[in-house]
């Protein structure tokens, strides 16, 4: 029941962009994002609730489609601080919540 | 405002020996969060309370864990006794309501477990 991500790791130079996808075998209700950097907690990005709406700030955005159980995270213009590693967290309409398997992100110069 | 507070920090300790990890949530915050991350399994759920009382305790391993909520401001994992296999970082989180908003998580207790 976990939610797979995609791709587990990902090296980008500054300015290009990235997309991380989320993938659930349940039906959503809502969707987090949360950032962890090396030896720290988790940072929370943002939720998305069920009804498809496209939500971000910054240069960072996320989708979610309810019919394909998948959300997206968008990440444009990366830059050096966009470095660690990004789960999703799934909420499912039986009240369960996963994270996901995690993606690791390195933003090089 | 102070965010979740976690002690200890680091612990280390031999196999068979009893832990305690502490854990105070956000003021006003009803729900509270013990995950374990590892390498290998990622961000485990180990116990969920609301307003004290455990929601979901589907997620600890066996009865060597279990966890308290004695009032809003205190929450403990015990682990006893302790194996190496419990080597882990172990979060904190406490959220206003449940999973509906933002999980505010503490900075972890790494246990080693030798």
């Known amino acids: 029941q976990q939610p797979v991500q995609s791709p587990q790791a990902v090296i980008l130079r500054e300015g290009e962009d990235a997309v991380i996808n989320c993938s659930s075998s349940?039906?959503?209700?809502?969707v987090h994002w949360y950032r962890q950097k090396h030896g720290e907690a988790p940072v929370f990005l943002m939720i998305?609730?069920?009804?498809?709406e496209q939500k971000g700030h910054d240069k960072i955005s996320a989708s979610f489609n309810e019919k394909k159980q998948q959300s997206s995270l968008y990440l444009t213009a990366s830059q050096l601080s966009y470095s660690g590693t990004y789960f999703c967290?799934?909420?499912?309409?039986?009240?369960?919540?996963?994270f996901g398997t995690g993606t690791s992100l390195t933003v090089i110069p | 405002d102070a965010g979740v507070i976690q002690s200890p920090r680091h612990e280390v300790t031999e196999m068979g020996q009893e832990v305690t990890l502490r854990c105070k949530p956000i003021?006003?915050?009803?729900?509270l969060f013990w995950y374990r991350q590892t390498m290998m399994r990622g961000l485990e759920l180990l116990i969920y309370?609301?307003?004290?009382?455990?929601?979901?305790d589907s997620g600890m391993p066996e009865d060597r864990f279990s966890a308290k909520m004695p009032n809003a401001s205190f929450s403990t994992l015990k682990i006893q006794p302790s194996e190496p296999r419990d080597s882990a970082v172990y979060f904190c989180?406490?959220?206003?309501?449940?999973?509906?908003?933002?999980?505010?998580f503490g900075e972890g207790s790494r246990l080693t477990v030798l």
């Open positions: 989180a406490s959220s206003l309501e449940g999973y509906y908003g933002e999980l505010f």
């Open positions: 349940k039906a959503l209700y809502s």
């Open positions: 998305l609730l069920k009804g498809g």
């Open positions: 967290g799934t909420e499912n309409t039986g009240n369960q919540f996963y």
């Open positions: 003021s006003g915050h009803n729900s």
């Open positions: 309370f609301n307003n004290n009382v455990p929601i979901d």
